[in-house]
């Protein structure tokens, strides 16, 4: 993430045409420096340009003008040059042979761009070194610190994978032009997964499957023009969506844990991420640039982001769901380029972390090329899409289907939710679930929540006080027990009967809260923000002040400060 996130209007963040503050007549700062890396990585590492043709770039189009040897130094610095040295090639087969000798597949990166063990190969031939393998000691110095190592992350299930020929799916995949049918024979419409993907294709697309059939084709009507390639890009996402879920249920991948959520099937080598924190990190990030804190906001958003590579690697089953809210979100309010570099880390986190023919992979390349009058629509059926996969597979009630339908419910209508959804649902489940069942309790705090949105304070208060009176009962609902009263006190305040004791009993959660997970966790975050904001509104600068403080300090340091030094 770079500083060039937060808009401010008077330096706006630079673009085609756009004049520079950096002047002719002398040398750039090296803010100005750090302004640029972000393009200037695109242009040299990314798009693979040559320097001369950046700094052509740089001065014609960004009025960014500096000499080739300052433009050497700042890659060096920044590490991106694009030249492979032969202490790092060695290193590169070395891991490659010790890894491999252990039964792991391996991948690479050295400073920020994939290599393969082909490119190494190359490198030695040119070198004039025919059998590079023979040589290479078993032992040797550190590895260089420039080059990555990992073990591409598979799809759940290899067979689902190739079940579509997603591993050749490119800009022509679901496009049939005229009688070539790659790949038909995979979607007979009696096969399970045929059926289910029939509901995303075309009529065209639909028309080719069924009439594949020679008896059939002869009975052929002739083809209506092909709808253009931007029609075609969500159908590729949700084919991506539904081809990962089936997969992954089909195989045993996802299995139901001891609180009714679905979770990965138990696996010791891959730590489990929570993808509420992404979220949770984004919704703060978004408070507080409403509020100006812009400096503040970005750097919550960098915290999200270094949250990527952990969550692709665990996919937790709602994964997918957090990272198209948290985009949901962003766009929501108006902050169209974080999202839009959010999106471009994603994408780029998973091709570098999974395998080529992961749905995740295929799926985040996709929403790439997405354009952006379709964005938001197609990011919301995204979500649709994942909550019928949930609700068909699970069954409603179920409640990893259930905080997802509820989730989605909430974000599609940003500015309110219909607080009487909420509360049919919760009257089909006490009905069909009992009065006593927890998920009725799930529903009923979502349901305060949307009472709060719209403004109904009094019946937001009343219904969050009977879900704290539950969660007081169990374990492990310390966080929903804060929260509620977090919206407890706003109430009291808005209703212009504020009660100190409602404050107190705030601070006491919290307090519990750090007693278990510390003063620094996400959650905590958000509810500590919400909490300063109305201690300024209350007049009460200085306890507003030293808990600004406190929350500041549990972010740590700024990644991007340090990235820039």
């Known amino acids: 993430m770079s500083s060039y996130l937060q808009p401010n209007l008077a330096q706006p963040a630079p673009g085609p045409g756009h004049v520079a503050a950096a002047s002719y007549d002398r040398a750039a700062s090296r803010a100005e420096w750090n302004r640029f890396r972000p393009l200037i990585k695109r242009l040299y590492v990314d798009e693979e340009k040559t320097l001369k043709e950046v700094i052509a770039i740089m001065e014609r189009d960004y009025g960014h003008r500096a000499?080739?040897?300052?433009?050497?130094?700042?890659?060096?610095?920044?590490?991106?040059?694009?030249?492979?040295?032969?202490a790092e090639a060695w290193a590169l087969l070395r891991k490659k042979l010790q890894r491999e000798a252990a039964g792991k597949e391996s991948a690479f990166r050295v400073r920020g761009k994939t290599v393969t063990i082909d490119d190494v190969l190359r490198y030695f031939k040119r070198k004039g070194i025919l059998d590079p393998e023979t040589q290479t000691p078993a032992a040797g110095p550190p590895t260089p610190p420039a080059i990555e190592c990992w073990t591409p992350v598979p799809s759940p299930n290899p067979e689902f994978a190739s079940v579509l020929g997603i591993e050749e799916i490119g800009s022509n995949w679901f496009e049939f032009p005229g009688a070539e049918q790659i790949g038909i024979q995979s979607f007979a419409p009696g096969s399970p997964l045929g059926s289910s993907m029939l509901g995303f294709l075309n009529v065209n697309q639909t028309r080719q499957i069924l009439f594949s059939d020679p008896e059939i084709q002869s009975f052929e009507i002739p083809s209506s023009p092909l709808p253009p390639q931007s029609f075609l890009v969500p159908e590729k996402l949700f084919a991506c969506i539904t081809t990962y879920f089936h997969g992954a249920f089909d195989s045993g991948f996802f299995e139901t844990d001891d609180r009714g959520f679905l979770a990965r099937t138990a696996d010791e080598a891959i730590e489990d991420r929570d993808p509420v924190d992404f979220y949770d990190l984004c919704s703060s990030g978004v408070d507080l640039m409403d509020l100006g804190s812009y400096a503040v906001g970005r750097r919550f958003f960098s915290k999200a982001s270094s949250l990527t590579q952990g969550l692709l690697r665990s996919q937790n089953p709602r994964t997918l769901e957090n990272l198209f809210g948290s985009l949901i979100l962003i766009r929501n309010n108006g902050y169209n380029q974080v999202a839009t570099v959010l999106q471009t880390h994603m994408r780029d986190t998973a091709s570098l972390l999974l395998a080529d023919g992961h749905p995740w992979r295929q799926l985040f390349s996709q929403l790439a090329n997405i354009e952006e009058w379709q964005f938001d629509f197609i990011?919301?059926?995204?979500?649709?899409?994942?909550?019928?996969?949930?609700?068909?597979?699970?069954?409603?009630?179920?409640?990893?289907?259930?905080?997802?339908?509820?989730?989605?419910?909430?974000?599609?209508?940003?500015?309110?939710?219909?607080?009487?959804?909420?509360?049919?649902?919760?009257?089909?489940?006490?009905?069909?679930?009992?009065?006593?069942?927890?998920?009725?309790?799930?529903?009923?705090?979502h349901y305060g929540i949307s009472l709060y949105n719209n403004n109904q304070y009094a019946e937001a208060r009343e219904v969050l006080e009977e879900v704290i009176v539950h969660c007081e009962e169990r374990e492990g609902l310390k966080f929903r027990v804060a929260n509620s009263l977090d919206l407890i006190v706003d109430c009291g305040y808005l209703l212009g009967c504020y009660e100190e004791n409602d404050e107190f009993r705030l601070q006491e959660a919290i307090g519990e809260l750090e007693a278990v997970y510390g003063k620094f966790d996400v959650d905590l975050f958000t509810i500590k923000i919400h909490q300063e904001r109305r201690l300024r509104l209350l007049g009460r600068e200085a306890e507003a002040a030293q808990l600004h403080a406190e929350w500041i300090e549990g972010l740590g340091p700024d990644d991007i400060e340090l990235e820039s030094n």
Request: with cysteine.
């Open 67 to 86: 000499s080739i040897k300052m433009y050497k130094a700042r890659i060096k610095k920044w590490n991106l040059d694009k030249k492979t040295k032969e």
């Open 379 to 445: 990011l919301i059926e995204a979500w649709r899409c994942i909550c019928d996969t949930f609700t068909n597979s699970l069954g409603e009630f179920h409640r990893t289907a259930l905080f997802s339908n509820i989730e989605f419910q909430r974000l599609k209508s940003p500015s309110r939710s219909d607080p009487q959804l909420l509360h049919n649902l919760l009257v089909r489940a006490e009905q069909e679930l009992g009065e006593f069942d927890e998920r009725i309790f799930d529903i009923q705090y």
